[in-house]
């Protein structure tokens, strides 16, 4: 099983930049498809944006598309999402997950850790 902590979260101003980290141990990721997803207060939790660790390919929300970026750094074990023209729809706890598919990745239930509060004002 892979472990996951998230980090990088803050108090933001709309239009400001943050970088989310998500560093993984415990297995070879190679075989992987590492994602972020978010929870707002009262909403379901959505899916963000994936990367398949063998390649990089990448998978991002219509909602996110062309602010956020989702990318590996393999030397480190860590999946970052870089988040630019950030708005106060954008404020959530953001999580982590790891699966071997992005299908599983997106459907499977699964205890979520703490996540990384992003808070971004008007």
């Known amino acids: 099983q892979v472990q996951l902590v998230e980090s990088g979260g803050g108090l933001v101003q709309a239009g400001d930049s943050l970088r989310l980290s998500c560093a993984a141990s415990?297995?070879?990721?190679?075989?992987?498809?590492m994602g972020w997803f978010r929870q707002a207060p009262g909403r379901e939790r959505e899916f963000v944006a994936a990367i398949r660790w063998s390649d990089g390919n990448t998978k991002h929300s219509d909602s996110v598309k062309g602010r956020f970026t989702i990318s590996r750094d393999a030397a480190k074990n860590t999946v970052y999402l870089q988040m630019d023209s950030l708005r106060p729809e954008d404020t959530a706890v953001y999580y982590c997950?790891?699966?071997?598919?992005?299908?599983?990745?997106?459907?499977?239930?699964?205890?979520w850790g703490q996540g990384t509060q992003v808070t971004v004002s008007s």
């Open positions: 415990g297995r070879t990721l190679s075989r992987y498809v």
């Open positions: 997950a790891a699966e071997l598919s992005i299908h599983s990745l997106i459907r499977t239930p699964r205890p």
